[in-house]
């Protein structure tokens, strides 16, 4: 073992933890389900290796070879901290630029490089009403026509300027976070001729990639953008109700 002579807390033991694995860090990349039975049973029919169905967990475990165990816990669930670790390597430092201001500054940019790199004219709007029910509304990032002379808005873009850890877990995984699962949800809900969302990810940080975008479409959405406009409706119907006993 290595003992580095450093006063704890200080702005160099910050920098040594960087990219580094520690007590803390463990906790947020480790993933309690690593593989599962069938993931172990998987790999061994993969490999060829025999094994009986009788045999417990462990006895499975012991039968994987060394490079397939690694194998299956290189693809356990990744965790946010997972994608920290790789955006300590591959981001700049930071300055002590307002977060609010940061994101919009960066929005202009990401806007104006999905318009050349798409070729693709964005219109800025304030907020979009549903025509079944003004209540239910989304404001988009910017809309897209379906042509120059159109009044049909068929693309959309949501931009989003996220920590690098989070926009590497973009890149990575290529796929919208979890977490915006229901705002990527609203702009379909509320604009019935929307036909595709880009989601565009802008990080400078990220010298490698500063840009990635991810393409959602109605179709590969099926009935859920219809689920969530009747649930909308009944919970909007709902507060009413409650509405009317309070106030009478």
């Known amino acids: 073992m290595q003992i580095v002579e450093i006063e704890q807390r200080s702005e160099e033991w910050h920098e040594l933890r960087k990219g580094k694995i520690t007590g803390t860090g463990l906790g947020e990349i480790w993933s309690a389900r690593a593989y599962t039975r069938k993931d172990i049973t998987d790999m061994l029919d993969m490999t060829g290796v025999e094994y009986s169905k009788k045999f417990t967990l462990a006895e499975l475990e012991d039968k994987l070879p060394d490079d397939a165990r690694i194998q299956l816990l290189k693809n356990a669930p990744r965790k946010l901290g997972f994608y920290k670790l790789i955006a300590d390597q591959l981001s700049l430092d930071r300055d002590d630029e307002n977060r609010m201001d940061r994101g919009l500054r960066l929005e202009v ?39 120059p002379k159109s009044k049909k808005f068929t693309e959309a873009i949501e931009i989003k300027c996220l920590s690098p850890e989070r926009h590497i877990q973009a890149i990575v995984e290529n796929q919208v976070p979890e977490e915006f699962w229901a705002q990527k949800m609203q702009y379909f809900v509320v604009n019935p001729d929307l036909e595709k969302l880009y989601f565009v990810f802008h990080d400078p940080g990220i010298a490698a990639i500063p840009f990635h975008v991810v393409e959602v479409t109605r179709e590969e959405l099926g009935d859920w953008p219809e689920r969530l406009l009747q649930f909308q409706i009944a919970q909007l119907e709902l507060i009413e109700e409650i509405v009317e006993k309070i106030s009478f």
């Open 109 to 147: 940019d990401a806007r104006e490089w999905f318009e050349a790199t798409y070729n693709k004219k964005v219109e800025e709007v304030g907020m979009c009403l549903s025509d079944v029910d003004p209540r239910i509304a989304n404001s988009p990032d910017g809309l897209i026509r379906k042509s």
